[in-house]
């Protein structure tokens, strides 16, 4: 079992920046991968990013290539995702999500956090 809390949602202009982290905690961090969601009003849970265990592979959605990074810092037991050029359809709930085993970047995560509000004003 892990426990994901993410942090550092809010409310930005349209052009600005946003840090979301999530911390995890209950079992060994580097044992998973680590995704981002996110969910918009009225729509379905979205894939953001991913990245490995060891932080070497990284994926993205084509709509967020070259605004958002995905990171995370094991040592913190930390995932982070920089978002940048923020624009109002951006605006969703936030979630973090860990995976075991083999990684399956788009989906089938096993643990997820409560989310966090982001909210991009135009």
């Known amino acids: 079992q892990v426990q994901l809390v993410e942090s550092g949602g809010g409310l930005v202009q349209a052009g600005g920046s946003l840090r979301l982290s999530c911390a995890a905690s209950?079992?060994?961090?580097?044992?998973?991968?680590m995704g981002w969601f996110q969910q918009a009003p009225g729509k379905e849970r979205e894939f953001v990013a991913a990245i490995s265990w060891s932080g070497h592979n990284t994926y993205y959605a084509d709509s967020v290539k070259g605004r958002f990074t995905i990171s995370r810092d094991n040592a913190k037991n930390t995932v982070y995702l920089q978002m940048n050029s923020l624009q109002p359809e951006d605006t969703a709930v936030y979630y973090c999500a860990a995976q075991e085993g083999a990684f399956r970047p788009y989906s089938a995560y096993d643990y997820w956090g409560q989310g966090t509000q982001v909210t991009v004003s135009s």
């Open positions: 209950g079992r060994t961090f580097r044992s998973f991968h």
